[in-house]
């Protein structure tokens, strides 16, 4: 059993800045970046290996957002730019035990491990 711990969430202006910190206690292959809204489902934000290989990330966050890692801290980060106030969320870290084909990679049921998730609110 893996447990990720997440911070870094908090509410900010939109155009504001927010990054997110996802550490984990374990070994993962793949480490990736959900978030879910008020009704919706949860959304693929981005995702990477912990060898910076098959990043991906979601059409509403691409130019804005970047997906990055420190493997020696077992550390996922979520840099977050030009925020807007539809990227209002809960977000949540998720990390895979294995490799994940490219088919599969945006579905939160591919993922094995689940943090408890931060809030991201941004006003307009």
């Known amino acids: 059993q893996v447990h990720l711990v997440e911070s870094g969430g908090g509410l900010v202006q939109a155009g504001g800045s927010l990054r997110l910190s996802c550490t984990a206690s374990?070994?993962?292959?793949?480490m990736a970046w959900f978030r879910q809204g008020p009704g919706n489902e949860r959304d693929l934000v981005a995702r990477?290996?912990?060898?910076?290989?098959?990043?991906m990330y979601g059409d509403s966050v691409k130019g804005r957002f970047t997906i990055s890692r420190d493997k020696a801290e077992r550390t996922m980060y979520l840099q977050m730019n030009s925020l807007k106030p539809e990227d209002t969320a809960i977000y949540f870290c998720?990390?895979?035990?294995?490799?994940?084909?490219?088919?599969?990679?945006?579905?939160?049921?591919?993922?094995?491990?689940w943090g408890q998730g931060t809030q991201v609110t941004v006003s307009s």
């Open positions: 998720a990390a895979g035990a294995r490799h994940i084909i490219y088919s599969r990679r945006h579905l939160a049921s591919a993922y094995d491990y």
């Open positions: 990477s290996t912990w060898t910076g290989s098959n990043i």
């Open positions: 374990g070994s993962t292959f793949n």
